[in-house]
C-alpha cells in the first residue's frame, strides 16, 4: 500500500534522495494522504502493470488519452543532474501528473494543506495522481534509478510554474486551495 510520511527537515548539504522521515516518524494512511495532499493513490498487482485492466479502467474513468514512457538514471536520461536538480524544484503544473511506476523507485514531495512537505516513496505498481495547482517536487531514490508511464488527459503539458508570486495566482492553484478547502 501507500508509503507516505511527513519529512524532516532538509538542508541544502543533504543528499535529498534519501528518506528524511520525522523524529519522531509521522506516517500517514492512504486516506490522509489524500484528504491532506489531494493525491490519488491505487497499487497495481497485476504482472504485466502498464497494461493492467485496473490501469485501463483508470484511465478511461479519468479521460487519460496519451500516455509516453520516460526512464529516469544517468546512462538513460541526458543531462541527468541538471534535470533531477530541476525535477527537485518545487513547483505545480496546470493539469494533474499522472505517474505509473513500471520500475525502480523515487520519492514525489507534496505539500499539505499545513504547508508541510508529504513525501511518497512510489515503487512498481504505484499510480500517482497529484492534483493541478499542487505544489511538489520529485526525486530518485539512491538507486538512482526509475522508469514510469506518464499519463495525460489530451496532448502532453509539461511546463512547470515554481512556487512563488505568480503561481500563486495561477487559476489551478486557487480551484485546487478551492477543492482542499472544501474537502477539509
Not at 520516460?70 to 530541476?86: A, C, F, H, Q, R
Request: hydrophobic share 30%.
Amino acid at each position: 500500500m501507500v508509503q507516505a510520511w511527513y519529512m524532516g527537515d532538509l538542508s541544502a548539504d543533504d543528499d535529498q534522495r534519501l528518506p528524511h522521515k520525522t523524529e519522531p516518524f509521522e506516517e500517514l494512511s492512504l486516506d490522509q494522504l489524500k484528504e491532506r495532499t489531494g493525491c490519488l493513490y491505487w497499487k497495481i498487482e497485476d504482472e504485466d502493470v502498464e497494461n493492467s485492466p485496473l490501469v485501463e479502467k483508470i484511465r478511461q474513468e479519468r479521460g487519460y488519452n496519451y500516455k509516453d514512457v520516460i526512464t529516469v538514471s544517468p546512462d538513460k536520461l541526458e543531462n541527468y543532474e541538471t534535470k533531477i536538480k530541476s525535477f527537485f524544484e518545487e513547483h505545480l503544473h496546470s493539469d494533474e501528473e499522472i505517474r505509473l511506476i513500471l520500475e525502480g523507485s523515487g520519492y514525489f514531495d507534496v505539500r499539505d494543506t499545513d504547508d508541510r512537505w508529504v513525501r511518497v516513496l512510489v515503487e512498481r505498481g504505484d499510480l500517482l495522481v497529484l492534483p493541478a495547482g499542487s505544489y511538489h517536487r520529485f526525486t530518485c531514490c539512491s538507486k538512482n534509478y526509475i522508469k514510469a508511464c506518464r499519463l495525460f488527459c489530451g496532448e502532453p503539458v509539461w511546463k512547470p510554474y515554481p512556487r512563488g508570486e505568480e503561481s500563486d495566482k495561477m487559476t489551478a492553484r486557487a480551484e485546487y486551495l478551492k477543492q482542499m478547502t472544501a474537502a477539509a
